[in-house]
């Protein structure tokens, strides 16, 4: 059964960072895009990053400059998504989740959430004064 589990979230100053990170097990593609999706309060659900299997990322044009995605892989076959999350903004503030689908190319767009098979729990990322 594939599983992604998030690490905490957590509150940070306005211009802080903050690493977040989903570790993915189980999943069996061949090939893989991996992605940060987060939902503000009153918001859509907006794509952060996207990330495939051979490194190509893509970015939300908001986060662009300030984010990274980064991945992982471990022999075992377990996979940790990192989200390195720098000079944060109030409208940063969101539930983050993690999701896995099969490959599909992200250079040109991050792929819209229909896409992913599997979702993580989410984790709280609130940006204060």
């Known amino acids: 059964e594939v599983q992604l589990v998030e690490s905490e979230g957590g509150s940070v100053q306005i211009g802080g960072s903050l690493n977040v990170s989903c570790i993915i097990s189980?999943?069996?593609?061949?090939?893989?895009?991996l992605a940060w999706y987060r939902r503000a309060p009153g918001k859509e659900r907006e794509g952060v990053a996207a990330i495939d299997k051979d490194g190509h990322t893509n970015y939300a044009p908001s986060v662009k400059g300030r984010f990274t995605i980064s991945q992982d892989r471990q022999d075992s076959g377990k996979i940790t998504l990192y989200l390195l999350m720098n000079n944060l903004q109030f409208e940063d503030t969101a539930m983050y989740y993690c999701?896995?689908?099969?490959?599909?190319?992200?250079?040109?767009?991050?792929?819209?959430?229909?896409?992913?098979?599997?979702w993580g729990q989410g984790t709280q990322v609130t940006v204060s004064s």
């Open positions: 999701a896995a689908g099969p490959y599909i190319p992200v250079t040109k767009v991050i792929p819209p959430p229909s896409w992913y098979n599997y």
């Open positions: 189980e999943l069996r593609y061949p090939g893989y895009t």
